[in-house]
């Protein structure tokens, strides 16, 4: 295929763009970016003045339930999901059924990933067997597979002792060790941020230092080994803090936040007692999630993702403290940070880049995707304009668990293409042969 883009405003701090020009793709590569391309005879050409181009999204934090739980959903389903919101490559958590921990599950979903080809899929391994915490999993098997990030997200690791021998050995590789942080033994059945919430509500309260406690011993053991950190979805202050001093004191430390956490408190749960408000870690209180923003905008935040989490209808519709923790999200999580963050200026496009292609890449070990001659052609373009309200109709995940339903948004991906292919084409997802 050869193609135009012409006329949007194409971001990639990667290579100092920053100006409205057209684009030359042929067959899988960017051939030209300029000012004005006259289109070549055979190429199609699509306007995208008032539109943003940037390098293709990747979220490096969401659970496609496959295999398993394909009731909630598929690879296929969570690939769709991702062209939807303008992701072309996404980081899958291993707490599948049965649990990714081992190289011929990390090929499993890469393969099926391919086959669809409306996301790429860069598993993350467990770090425990079966996410049992007895015994390390195969973390060189699944290297030699592809996994570069290991995790037994949904879980904390609750022992020093395995998460210092699961941090020796990974250091050992080009990976990175990720970090669920919850104590167990604190949080015990909380539901709720524990506080004001709590006690209003009559719900068992899960702490802030239930989350802390670990985000401090997983810096120290990065400290000891030398192995790679990074904190998955960080929701308190004091959790921004650890990671901002252990970035200063020149460790490996990186860490994300989720657009729930950015956007919703606490004080959002009512006594409806919405189920899509229950989520791992809990909204934390307003000043959390202000700071969160902030060290977003700052930088201190690596990344954004989604926590993806999708669950059936019938799990969600139950009493708030026996549904399962987790909301969809990555649909609406570019179209969120766009309606928060970018249309009132609090952040440039360049740090939307930043936070959403180039830092997820860098910490998962993925070769950089950049808006330049000889690249490949992956990348999306986006109607910062477009106004929207989020129904379950819009969503195309199987599962519709979010509370941002029939919120307003303005901005999001209309067109995306990987590696010269479409996956999104005017806000629909492509099918792919
Ligand atoms: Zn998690």
Redesign the pocket.
Known sequence: MTLVLKGARCVDPQVNLDSVCDILVEGTQIIAIDNSIDAPQNASVLDCSGKVILPGLMDI?VHFRDPGQEYKETIEGGCASSAHGGYTDVAT?PNTSPVCDTGALVTYQIEKSRACGTARIHPIGAISHGQQQESLAEIGDMYAAGARAF?D???GVQTAGLMRIAMDYISQFDAVAIS?C?DEFLVGSGVVNEGVVSTRLGLAGWPAQGEEIQIARDIMLSELTGCPLHI??VSTIKGVEMVKQAKQSGLQVTCEVTPHHLFLCEDDITEDFDTNYKM??PLRTKEDMLALQEALIDGTIDCVVS?HAPHAAHEKDYEFERAPFGIVGIETELPLILTNLVQNGKLSWSRVVQTMCINPRKILRCNPVVLKPGSEATLVVIDPQKKFTVTKDWLVSKSKNTPFLGFELTGCATDALLCGSWTLRSGSVAIQS
């Open positions: 934090h958590m995790s997200d949904g879980r669920h919850q998955a979805h791992n870690p926590d």
